[in-house]
């Protein structure tokens, strides 16, 4: 069964606060994703990474930066967190899709973040 | 452009009655796959169903259908003899290549209520 968990699943920090949001899974999936949740909006993809140590910006990219030192594992930083990072935070990891375009991405069970 | 559209915000289906939730999507890669999760209230996302550009026949999955129509670039997730257990929110994601990269490009989601 594949799993992909998130290190907490609520998180309180204070504005100019250095936030590190951790990601693993267990599948030895190539490609890992991080997104914000926020209602009315959808998903919005922040940042993905298809390698270690490699790494592609997504929609939102601005206030966060990533990384992802070994296969397993994909962290989220937000450098100095501000109020309007205030969301729920989702992880997904997913095969190639050189491989296999029909795999899904599986996801965490998400951190919902507040900045005060 | 919007990759993936998702024009109903929210929705309401009577129990035991079928419902469809639409979606929409725009690429000119021959080749993609699309993808229908369902986030209920407790915020875990889960796969549904896909469906490959060049099956030739509508996914289906249980109580899920997918009604594909190529022509009209849709993709509208079928839920027959709804439960309440189907109160959720509904994403539509796609996903291009196998050459274009490993992004999943997802909607802003329908928000589905079934009523007893």
């Known amino acids: 069964d594949v799993k992909v968990t998130q290190s907490s699943r609520y998180l309180v920090k204070r504005t100019g606060e250095k936030v590190f949001l951790e990601c693993v899974q267990d599948?030895?999936?190539?490609?890992m994703f991080w997104y914000r949740q926020d209602p009315g909006l959808g998903l919005r993809l922040i940042y993905f990474?298809?390698?270690?140590?490699?790494?592609e910006k997504g929609d939102i990219p601005e206030g966060y930066s990533v990384s992802r030192e070994k296969k397993e594992r994909f962290s989220l930083i937000l450098e100095s967190a501000s109020t309007n990072q205030t969301s729920m935070y989702l992880c997904?990891?997913?095969?190639?899709?050189?491989?296999?375009?029909?795999?899904?991405?599986?996801f965490g069970p998400g951190t919902r973040l507040t900045v005060t | 452009a919007q990759k993936i559209t998702q024009t109903q915000p929210g929705m309401f289906v009577q129990e035991k009655e079928a419902v469809t939730l639409d979606c929409t999507y725009d690429?000119?890669?021959?080749?993609?796959?699309l993808f229908w999760y369902k986030q209920p209230s407790s915020g875990e996302m889960i796969f549904l169903i896909y469906?490959?550009?060049?099956?030739?026949q509508n996914a289906t999955e249980g109580r899920y259908s997918l009604n594909f129509q190529k022509a009209r670039k849709s993709a509208n997730l079928v839920i027959s003899a709804s439960q309440l257990g189907d109160s959720a929110m509904y994403f539509c994601?796609?996903?291009?290549?196998?050459?274009?990269?490993?992004?999943?490009?997802f909607g802003t989601g329908t928000s589905l209520t079934v009523i007893p």
């Open positions: 997904a990891s997913s095969l190639d899709g050189a491989a296999l375009l029909s795999y899904e991405q599986y």
């Open positions: 469906q490959g550009s060049y099956d030739q």
């Open positions: 690429t000119s890669d021959p080749s993609y796959g």
């Open positions: 990474s298809y390698d270690v140590k490699m790494k």
């Open positions: 994601a796609m996903r291009e290549g196998p050459n274009t990269g490993n992004q999943f490009y």
């Open positions: 599948m030895d999936h190539e490609n």
